[in-house]
């Protein structure tokens, strides 16, 4: 089985992270999701990346559903057995999910348009969901032990797409955030494998 991925993806290092802590034995497959590759779009007519190809050709896509996925897979590594610990994995997976979901939306309003028609208005409404994001997690940072779950591994992908694309500009004032992913990688230590 393979992870079509792009480096720089954070849905991308959460899911290849992941796989990795689980033990799903998937190889990653560096894939440029600008040129069309034939096996991307015929695996996700969306051309979205990642997507998880299964050694019997079905394609799973769409990061979550990936890691539910593995999760099941790997019986239950990922996403907690107690109902009540589970959502609160599943849903600090879904706010780092919207987090990047928002730096995206950053990035190609900045990439895809000439600096005159960069709509401001807009970068900024991007900006203040990722700060009060930020400002919520630093304030209900997750309990971290050996036992990671699909949560961890969102907030460290996540973490690791920010500082990539806006270094410097999300640290002040959240110091217990700034700090997590030393935290992260003393229980992941491939934590550094995983760089963009």
């Not at 992870?3 to 992270?17: D, N, Q």
């Not at 560096?30 to 779009?41: K, V």
């Amino acid at each position: 089985m393979k992870i079509l991925y792009s480096p720089a993806s954070p849905y991308s290092t959460k899911v290849r992270m992941a796989a990795h802590y689980a033990g799903l034995p998937a190889e990653s497959v560096l894939t440029d999701t600008n040129s069309n590759p034939p096996d991307l779009i015929a695996s996700n007519p969306l051309g979205k990346i990642p997507t998880l190809v299964l050694d019997s050709g079905q394609a799973i896509f769409d990061s979550s559903v990936i890691m539910h996925f593995i999760d099941r897979e790997t019986k239950g590594t990922l996403y907690p057995r107690n109902p009540e610990k589970r959502v609160q994995a599943e849903v600090l997976e879904a706010l780092c999910d919207g987090i990047c979901d928002s730096l995206l939306a950053i990035v190609y309003e900045k990439r895809f348009h000439p600096p005159e028609k960069v709509h401001e208005p807009w970068i900024e409404r991007q900006w203040q969901k990722v700060e009060r994001a930020l400002d919520y997690l630093d304030a209900n940072l997750p309990k971290t032990g050996t036992k990671l779950h699909a949560g961890h591994f969102a907030l460290a992908a996540t973490l690791r797409y920010i500082e990539l694309r806006f270094a410097g500009e999300w640290q002040k004032g959240r110091s217990k955030l700034k700090n997590w992913p030393e935290k992260f990688e003393k229980h992941f230590p491939d934590y550094k494998l995983f760089k963009a």
